[in-house]
């Protein structure tokens, strides 16, 4: 009999599975990664509360805290995310591989030099400190590459999930790009004044962008989350749509508002 002629459902080609059940291990190891991550910025919050010391500036242990926390919420929210977006299993995988690495060698990175009680970014002093610093500038670079392909995946084709979660996805990428866009330009900055010799101004040289880039960066997990948690609740699909449409307006000019005083003290 002609398979055609059959009701038989068709069955899936055996080269997807692999990649299908790599996808789904990927997955997983980016939320115990991430979540890792978290753990360790926690803590390093009891040692600075046992230890002490200052909680601004180049040498504390706010940044291995900060750092920690912020690289593995973000692991865990742009594995969750992109399963909404139409990316193939394979690459995808390979991309969320390389992300988690990436997030690993950031955050050890900055957790070693704060133990070692030197600065983790735009320090030169040594040839140690150099090829930290080094590598994390390129870790960050590979951390823009990675998140704009996402970001340019979200808008070239429609992002799957419950309503609104397609303009949630494509909003929360577009606002991560302005935190990728001030984090390269504070790396960018800092190398230059490091490499004329002005050390302890590079140092200061983030501060104004600092809460540009801290308002930006999870954007892509919050206005998701949110569109998420409307997508069960009884109300109305207008109603859901207004709310989010608020919660990305009020966003957007939280970020306005961090990018213009970036702008006066810049």
Do not use: N
Request: positive net charge.
């Amino acid at each position: 009999m002609d398979p055609a002629l059959t009701d038989a459902p068709a069955v899936p080609a055996r080269t997807s599975v692999p990649w299908a059940i790599g996808a789904r291990r990927v997955e997983r190891l980016c939320h115990v990664t991430g979540l890792l991550l978290v753990l360790s910025g926690l803590a390093h919050l009891v040692v600075f509360a046992v230890d002490g010391g200052p909680w601004d500036g180049p040498v504390s242990w706010r940044k291995p805290v900060t750092f920690g926390g912020s690289f593995g919420v973000t692991l865990i929210a742009v594995t969750w995310v992109t399963s909404y977006l139409r990316l193939g299993p394979r690459s995808r995988t390979l991309l969320l591989a390389v992300f988690a690495a990436d997030c690993v060698v950031e955050v050890s990175g900055i957790t070693l030099q704060a133990w070692r009680g030197v600065p983790s970014h735009l320090d030169m002093e040594t040839p140690f400190d150099t090829a930290v610093s080094m590598t994390l500038a390129v870790g960050g670079g590979v951390l823009v590459v990675l998140l704009t392909v996402f970001a340019v995946a979200s808008f070239r084709h429609r992002p799957s999930g419950p309503a609104g979660m397609d303009l949630a996805v494509r909003s929360g990428f577009a606002i991560f790009l302005v935190a990728l866009a001030s984090g390269a330009a504070m790396i960018a900055r800092g190398v230059v004044l490091t490499r004329t010799g002005h050390q302890e101004a590079a140092y200061h040289s983030t501060a104004p962008l600092k809460p540009l880039h801290g308002v930006s960066l999870h954007a892509v997990l919050v206005l998701p989350a949110l569109a998420w948690l409307l997508s069960r609740t009884p109300w109305s699909e207008p109603l859901r749509r207004r709310l989010l449409y608020a919660a990305i307006g009020s966003y957007v000019a939280a970020v306005i508002g961090a990018a213009t005083w970036a702008a006066l003290t810049y």
